[in-house]
């Protein structure tokens, strides 16, 4: 059953503290992302990654780093310099970053602060 | 500089209206629009995507109309049902496939 998975669903983070919230996908993309969303907005992009140990700053990279090193896992991190963390954490992936393909999203994990 | 303009930013329906959702976009340069349904608490599920060489396209009661001159495109939900009750995010891909979304439209479908 090929999909995307998002672990944790709900995560908690304390002040001061990095949080990891994980991503796989068993499609054989190439292409994977990050996107953060906000109650009454659109999904904005954090980080996205073309290739395997390659990764590129989206719009609101700022408190947020990524790792890419295996085909079917991105990782993404939220730093403590990211004050206002609380969100909806969406990952995707795509065949390939260089053709106009469907991006495929999984089921996202919320972020909440204590 | 919000990339694509999405209205209105909620639509009440009764069951069996056709709820009319509009995106706008500047950039010349996008060439491939898809729109996503989202229920809450879940991602994005892919409904229907057009390329600007065609005006539109239809998908069981899913249309989507295309004006590659006036930069907009629609999506029309024909026959809406109370199923139909998400939020809709339409979306144009730019270079290295990425997605530029909507602010999306929350759709209230009432039986």
């Known amino acids: 059953d090929g999909g995307i998975t998002q672990s944790p669903k709900y995560l908690f983070r304390k002040e001061g503290q990095n949080v990891t919230l994980s991503c796989e996908q068993n499609?054989?993309?190439?292409?994977m992302y990050w996107y953060r969303q906000d109650p009454g907005q659109g999904l904005r992009l954090i980080y996205y990654?073309?290739?395997?140990?390659?990764?590129q700053k989206g719009d609101i990279a700022e408190g947020y780093s990524v790792s890419r090193e295996k085909k079917e896992s991105f990782p993404l991190t939220v730093t403590s310099a990211q004050k206002n963390p609380t969100a909806f954490y969406l990952c995707?992936?795509?065949?390939?970053?260089?053709?106009?393909?469907?991006?495929?999203f999984g089921p996202g994990t919320r972020l909440l602060v204590l | 500089q919000q990339q694509v303009k999405q209205s209105p930013q909620s639509l009440i329906v009764q069951k069996g209206g056709i709820p009319i959702i509009n995106c706008a976009y500047e950039?010349?340069?996008?060439?491939?629009f898809p729109w996503y349904q989202q229920f809450p608490g879940k991602g994005p599920a892919l409904l229907i995507a057009?390329?600007?060489?065609?005006s539109e396209k239809k998908e069981g009661r899913f249309t989507i109309s295309f004006n590659k001159s006036a930069k907009q495109f629609s999506l029309h939900i024909m026959d809406s049902q109370p199923g139909d009750s998400a939020t809709y995010f339409c979306?144009?891909?730019?270079?290295?496939?990425?997605?530029?979304f909507g602010s999306g439209t929350k759709l209230n479908v009432k039986p």
């Open positions: 950039n010349t340069a996008f060439d491939y």
């Open positions: 995707a992936s795509s065949i390939d970053a260089m053709r106009r393909e469907t991006q495929y």
């Open positions: 499609l054989n993309h190439d292409a």
């Open positions: 979306a144009a891909e730019g270079n290295f496939n990425k997605f530029y």
């Open positions: 990654s073309q290739i395997v140990n390659d990764f």
């Open positions: 057009i390329r600007p060489d065609v």
